[in-house]
Structures are given as structure tokens and as C-alpha cells.
């Protein structure tokens, strides 16, 4: 039930609705949002941040939720690895999403032997949350160049120009090998792909399935996967990589959560998809990601050497749900943006022009709310509204209905019609820019390491641009499946050992640090810290 205050503030809302159909907010001019992001967005918020003190990115800073995972201890001791191993294949395939199961398909089809363990159930991944779209050059007018281009303006001109090349390039191809599984993007009358617009970009040029886009792939992914001669083992997350004592990879030890048992897997070769770590719920910040996204390769990768790249900068995506209470974090697509629904303060007045950049975007809403412009609500979270119905005021009635069914169906259940209220939402914590450091065929720093999708870093530089994820794990984990699968047909299976883990644990004696936590964390830690950022 929404109190007094949100009532009259809605009601304001639906009062300056007219006038504000049609007014145009102009971009940030660069100086200024130097200005905003450096005030408000919690990337920029020093006492977040520690230098680390060990591993290969020692002295560079990241948040302390994540400095906590690379500077934690190895659950493993020497007597959980077994001198005879419970798998023994070519390729381990850690991930049981979008980029795991592409990397897995590839893989398989160039003729090696394939085990795919995952932490919860195959397809349980930030991969079924994306909602609006992924990004691909494949209309007339416009090219991967102004994919790249658009790409790079997102991304502070910080993204890695070789793997950004490979992205743009590779999307058409990447979206035919989709279409040939069976993927039902949206088209338009005349059954051509239809494209859509997105924030900061300078054409439509998102691919989409309603707002549902990530939870199609992942379908037919996964349909794709069951149907192929892939050892899938569910419920068993990866907690250590093992190595050859020479720095090269040859397996992991992988945790059985019924019984909470360490299963020792040799490979020749092994692919790390692990996905995001919002349910670290860095900064206090609620999430949109899925239960398991836990930050598990970061450490796992770190430990046996890895680089890392882009650890510093996390994506809060403007529009998390905040109302009602269960629907904290929920992510409420850009594409209604893009499509008309405009950000408006308690006073019913718009503040950002809505498809800038998300890391602007949520810069403004904090700001809106930091100085007294936010909605509280009942249970002391602090939003703004999002004015949803101005899309079929725009658009022609109908277009919530046929563009964005699961928007409608989520809010409903809480007797909410985004036809015609208003909806409260805040930054979410959505994705991680960065992640262990790859080439353009998804290698790490560590021989017969690759790593695929959110769990890489250098792609996005310091901003990702709005679907570009789903195009990541698509390429990359392509790439990664046959670089990973060509590694693992040209070399034998070599000794593997604990000999990293014991290296690092003398580093952390070394650095002083007495009583370092367990990482991976793999299940979230329930203690409601999130509530500091959007109640204060
Ligand atoms: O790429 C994304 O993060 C995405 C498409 C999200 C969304 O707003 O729908």
C-alpha cells in the first residue's frame, strides 16, 4: 500500500505528464558530467575502494567487497585433491550460462571432450535477467564501425580496442549461428529483423525477443546443450583451479552442494563463465542479478596468477525496482526508456535526458535523491519515479502490451499497471565491467586458462554499453570454446597440483593478512546491507 507521500507525489507525476510529453532534456555536456559522476556515482567513491596487497594487481585498488575475495583463503586443503580424480576430460567448462553453453557448443564441435560443472542448475546465470536486447550492425545505415564507435563513447575510451573489434565484427556472424539454433528474435511485418533503440547509441540497433531477450537465448542454448554430447554436472561449483606447478592450468576442485563434498576434475584445458558478482551486493547496492552471481572466478582466477583488468568499476544500471519491497533490485529494462518512459523527481519534474549513458543516468538519480528531490518509500528506500505509461502515450496505446509483457506481468502481480502508474526504482548493481584480464580468443595470463563473458574484463572499459553483454558471451564464448578446444587437442594432460594455492597462502602471511575469509563466497551473504545506499 503506498502511503500519503507517494500518493501525492504520483499524483504530481501524472499531472505534469502532458506537459512533458515531448520536451526534449539535453545530454550532459561532457565537463558537467565529469562533474556528476565524479559527485554521485559510487565508482568514484573513494572510501569504497582499498589497494590490494597481493596477487598480479597488487597496489591497484577495487571495492572492498571484492579486495575481500582476492585476498581471501582457498577453502581446499592438500587432502581434498585426489591423486585419482572423480572427471577426467579434455575441456572443463565452469558456468552453466549464456557463455559457458556457447563455449561448450563450440567446443564440442571441433571434436573435444567437454565437461560442464555449474554451481546451481544449467542456465541459472545473469544470462536468462538480460531483458532489452543485444546489440548487433546488422542494418542497412549501420556498420560494426559505429557499433565500435558508440561502444567506446560508453565506455570512457577505456574499452580494449582488439576484443571491441573482434565483438563488432563478429556480431552478424554471431547472430546467424543464433538464428540457425532457432532463436525467435522480434521481427517486423515483413518477417526482416527488427531493431530497437537503446540508451547511448547513435542507432537502433537492438535485437530483441519482448523483454525477454536473454531468457530466449538462453532457452535455446540450453536445448542446444542437452542435445549434445556434454557431461553436465549441476550444483557443483568450481572453488579452486589446480595447475601443473609451472604456472599452466590443469583442472579444478569442484564442490558437491548436496553433500558438500570436493570432487578433483583433470583437464587439459579449462573455460571460466562464472558470470557477475552482484549478490555481492557491492556498496550496499541491491542487485538485478541472479542468485548465484557470486564474483567466483575473480579469486579462483587470481590465485593461479591471473591478471585482472577493470576491477575498479562496477555498472549500476538506473533503473532497479525499489517498490514493492520484494522487488527490490528487479531490473526494469532501458528499452522503456528508449521507448518514451521518462525519469521524473518527487516534484514531477524530469532531471536527465534518459538514454544518456547509465553511468550518468544513475549518477542523476542519486542526485536527485541525495539532495531531497528522491520518494521515500514505506520501507525507507529512496527513488525516483519512472513515468511508464508516456510509452503508449507516445508509441499508441497497446505498446506496454505487446513490447514489454514481463515488465507488465511482474509489477502486476503486485496489483501494479504500468499502463497507468507510475513505477519507483534506483540504481541497481547489474553488472561487473570488469573481470580476469583476456585476449581476443578469451585467454588469461595463465596457459590453458580462458575465461568467457561477464567474468572477463578489458570488452567494456568502464562503462558497458546497453546489450552488449549478450553479444559478449555469444563471440567470446564462441572464441573461447575453439581456442580452448585447440589448446586442449595440442597438449597432454599435465600434473596437477595445489602448489599455487600454498604460493599464495604464503603472500597473504607475508602482506600480514591474519585472518583472511573464504572465497569463492559461491551462496550470497543474506545480512540486509544493501539497505545503507538506498535508505540513506
Ligand atoms: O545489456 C543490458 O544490461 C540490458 C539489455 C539491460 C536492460 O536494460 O534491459
Known amino acids: 500500500?503506498?502511503?500519503?507521500?507517494?500518493?501525492?507525489?504520483?499524483?504530481?507525476?501524472?499531472?505534469?505528464?502532458?506537459?512533458?510529453?515531448?520536451?526534449?532534456?539535453?545530454?550532459?555536456?561532457?565537463?558537467?558530467?565529469?562533474?556528476?559522476?565524479?559527485?554521485y556515482h559510487p565508482d568514484y567513491k573513494a572510501e569504497a575502494y582499498r589497494a590490494l596487497r597481493i596477487g598480479p594487481?597488487?597496489?591497484?585498488?577495487?571495492?572492498?567487497?571484492?579486495?575481500?575475495?582476492?585476498?581471501?583463503?582457498?577453502?581446499?586443503?592438500?587432502?581434498?585433491?585426489?591423486?585419482?580424480?572423480?572427471?577426467?576430460?579434455?575441456?572443463?567448462?565452469?558456468?552453466?550460462?549464456?557463455?559457458?553453453?556457447?563455449?561448450?557448443l563450440t567446443a564440442r564441435a571441433a571434436g573435444v571432450k567437454v565437461l560442464l560443472a555449474t554451481k546451481l542448475r544449467l542456465g541459472d546465470s545473469n544470462t536468462?535477467?538480460?531483458?532489452?536486447?543485444?546489440?548487433?550492425?546488422?542494418?542497412?545505415?549501420?556498420?560494426?564501425?559505429?557499433?565500435?564507435?558508440?561502444?567506446?563513447?560508453?565506455?570512457?575510451?577505456?574499452?580494449?580496442?582488439?576484443?571491441?573489434?573482434?565483438?563488432?565484427?563478429?556480431?552478424?556472424?554471431?547472430?546467424?549461428?543464433?538464428?540457425?539454433?532457432?532463436?525467435?528474435?522480434?521481427r517486423d511485418d515483413d518477417g526482416n529483423l527488427r531493431v530497437r533503440s537503446g540508451g547511448a547509441t547513435s542507432t537502433p540497433r537492438l535485437l530483441t525477443c519482448k523483454d525477454y531477450t536473454g531468457l530466449e537465448l538462453m532457452r535455446v542454448l540450453k536445448d542446444a546443450l542437452i542435445n549434445e554430447d556434454v557431461q553436465v554436472v549441476e550444483f557443483a561449483p568450481a572453488v579452486e583451479l589446480l595447475s601443473d606447478g609451472a604456472g599452466r592450468c590443469t583442472g579444478a576442485i569442484l564442490k558437491n552442494l548436496d553433500n558438500n563434498r570436493f570432487m578433483t576434475v583433470h583437464a587439459k584445458a579449462v573455460i571460466v563463465a562464472t558470470g557477475g558478482s552482484g549478490r555481492l551486493h557491492i556498496q550496499g547496492f541491491p542487485t538485478s542479478n541472479h542468485f548465484g552471481a557470486t564474483g567466483d572466478a575473480l579469486p579462483i582466477a587470481y590465485r593461479l596468477g591471473a591478471e585482472l583488468a577493470f576491477i575498479d568499476t562496477f555498472q549500476y544500471h538506473p533503473t532497479g525496482a525499489i517498490y514493492p519491497e520484494p522487488m527490490a533490485g528487479l531490473l526494469v529494462t532501458e528499452a522503456i526508456r528508449a521507448a518514451g518512459a521518462q525519469l521524473v523527481n518527487r516534484l514531477g519534474e524530469r532531471f536527465v535526458n534518459e538514454t544518456d549513458t547509465r553511468d550518468v543516468v544513475a549518477a542523476a538519480i542519486i542526485r536527485e535523491c541525495v539532495e531531497g528531490r528522491g520518494v521515500i518509500t514505506p520501507s525507507g528506500r529512496r527513488g525516483v519515479w519512472l513515468d511508464a505509461p508516456l510509452v503508449d502515450l507516445v508509441n499508441g496505446e497497446g505498446t506496454l502490451d505487446t513490447r514489454f509483457p514481463n515488465m507488465r506481468k511482474l509489477f502486476s502481480r503486485y496489483d501494479i499497471d504500468i499502463r497507468a502508474e507510475s513505477v519507483l526504482i534506483h540504481p541497481t548493481l547489474h553488472y561487473q565491467n570488469g573481470g580476469v584480464k583476456i585476449g581476443v580468443n578469451g585467454d588469461s595470463t595463465v596457459a590453458g586458462l580462458f575465461v568467457a563473458g561477464e567474468a572477463s574484463g578489458g570488452l567494456h572499459?568502464?562503462?558497458?554499453?546497453?546489450?552488449?553483454?549478450?553479444?559478449?558471451?555469444?563471440?567470446?564464448?564462441?572464441?573461447?570454446g575453439q581456442a580452448a578446444a585447440a589448446y586442449a587437442a595440442s597438449t597432454t594432460q599435465g600434473p596437477a597440483t595445489l602448489d599455487h594455492v600454498a604460493h599464495f597462502r604464503d603472500a597473504l602471511r607475508q602482506a600480514g593478512i591474519t585472518a583472511p575469509s573464504a572465497s569463492p563466497r559461491l551462496i550470497p551473504d543474506y545480512v540486509r546491507r544493501e539497505e545503507a545506499t538506498t535508505r540513506s
Open 1 to 39: 500500500m503506498a502511503t500519503d507521500s507517494l500518493t501525492e507525489s504520483r499524483e504530481r507525476v501524472d499531472a505534469s505528464r502532458a506537459a512533458r510529453k515531448g520536451q526534449t532534456v539535453a545530454l550532459f555536456p561532457p565537463a558537467e558530467k565529469e562533474v556528476l559522476l565524479q559527485k
Open 128 to 186: 536468462v535477467m538480460a531483458e532489452g536486447g543485444m546489440q548487433v550492425a546488422v542494418k542497412p545505415g549501420d556498420s560494426p564501425v559505429r557499433h565500435f564507435l558508440d561502444t567506446i563513447k560508453g565506455g570512457h575510451f577505456a574499452n580494449d580496442r582488439e576484443l571491441l573489434k573482434v565483438l563488432v565484427e563478429e556480431g552478424p556472424s554471431a547472430t546467424q549461428w543464433l538464428l540457425s539454433l532457432g532463436v525467435l528474435f522480434d
Open 461 to 480: 572499459g568502464r562503462n558497458r554499453l546497453m546489450g552488449n553483454s549478450l553479444l559478449d558471451i555469444i563471440v567470446f564464448g564462441r572464441r573461447a
Open 57 to 104: 594487481n597488487a597496489g591497484q585498488k577495487t571495492v572492498h567487497e571484492v579486495a575481500d575475495l582476492l585476498e581471501g583463503d582457498s577453502p581446499v586443503a592438500q587432502a581434498d585433491l585426489k591423486s585419482v580424480p572423480d572427471y577426467t576430460t579434455d575441456l572443463l567448462i565452469i558456468g552453466g550460462g549464456g557463455a559457458g553453453c556457447t563455449a561448450a
